[in-house]
């Protein structure tokens, strides 16, 4: 199994970007998706998480900004990330929970100038 991240980029703040994560390989069933965040010198940390039952849970920093959504016929996650900040720079990481076993992607670069 592979995940695929894309979206990354550099955007003003207040600006927005859409992230896309893609499963691919042998895959039975996933069972969430989400994306996780690094920024340089700090540890990694959950931005976002949906279930295969669309549950969704939100870090308070980007509640009311970011919205998770998925496309189970794709096996694709999306983050779109609305009123960007410098604070939202980081590594973002892409994450599956497939058939019990978790993955991560390598990972596109979020940087939000002020």
């Known amino acids: 199994v592979q995940l695929q991240a894309s979206g990354g980029g550099l955007v003003q703040a207040g600006g927005s970007l859409r992230l896309s994560c893609v499963a691919s390989?042998?895959?039975?069933?996933?069972?969430?998706m989400g994306w996780y965040r690094q920024a340089p010198g700090k540890q990694r940390e959950l931005v976002a998480v949906?279930?295969?039952?669309?549950?969704?849970k939100y870090a308070d920093a980007v509640k009311g900004r970011f919205t998770i959504s998925r496309d189970n016929a794709k096996n694709t996650v999306y983050l779109q990330t609305n009123s960007l900040r410098p604070e939202d720079t980081a590594v973002y990481l892409c994450?599956?929970?497939?058939?019990?076993?978790?993955?991560w992607g390598q990972g596109t670069q979020v940087t939000v100038s002020s």
């Open positions: 390989g042998s895959i039975f069933s996933i069972n969430a």
């Open positions: 949906i279930t295969s039952g669309d549950s969704t």
């Open positions: 994450y599956a929970s497939i058939d019990y076993l978790d993955y």
